[in-house]
C-alpha cells in the first residue's frame, strides 16, 4: 500500500520556523520526484517546491514566494522528505501536502503527481 505521511504542522508567530516531514512507503522511493503544496484556506493547492529523484540528482525547486525561506531536502534512507520553513509569514497559513511523482526527473503541477498525503495543518499568528 502507497502512504505519505505529513508531519509537523503547529501554530507559529510570524518570524518563526518549522520543519515539516513527508515519509513514504508502499513505492520506490528513490525514483519520484516529490513535492510540497500549500494550500491557504478557500484557495486552490500551489505547489511549492520539490525534489527530483535521487537518480535524476536531486535537483530542488522552489516557488517564488518561498524561495530564500524554505529549504527542500531528502533523507533517502528514511524514504523522507523535509521542508524547513524559516521566517514564517500570516501569509504561509494553510495545509501543506506533499506528493510522489513518477517521473522522478519532472516536478510538474498538481496533477501531474500520482500519490498524495493527508497534509499537516500549518498556522502563522501575526
Known amino acids: 500500500e502507497v502512504q505519505l505521511v505529513e508531519s509537523g504542522g503547529a501554530l507559529v508567530q510570524a518570524g518563526g520556523s518549522l520543519r515539516l516531514s513527508c515519509t513514504a512507503s508502499?513505492?520506490?522511493?528513490?525514483?519520484?520526484?516529490i513535492g510540497w503544496f500549500h494550500q491557504a484556506p478557500g484557495k486552490e493547492r500551489q505547489a511549492i517546491s520539490c525534489?527530483?529523484?535521487?537518480?535524476?540528482?536531486?535537483?530542488?525547486y522552489y516557488e517564488v514566494t518561498v524561495k530564500g525561506r524554505f529549504t527542500i531536502g531528502s533523507d533517502n534512507a528514511a524514504n523522507t522528505v523535509y521542508l524547513q520553513m524559516n521566517d514564517l509569514k500570516p501569509e504561509d497559513t494553510g495545509r501543506y501536502y506533499c506528493a510522489a511523482h513518477s517521473d522522478g526527473y519532472f516536478c510538474g503541477a498538481s496533477y501531474d503527481y500520482d500519490y498524495w498525503g493527508q497534509g499537516t495543518q500549518v498556522t502563522v499568528s501575526s
Open positions: 508502499g513505492f520506490t522511493f528513490d525514483d519520484y520526484a
Open positions: 525534489i527530483t529523484s535521487k537518480s535524476s540528482g536531486g535537483k530542488t
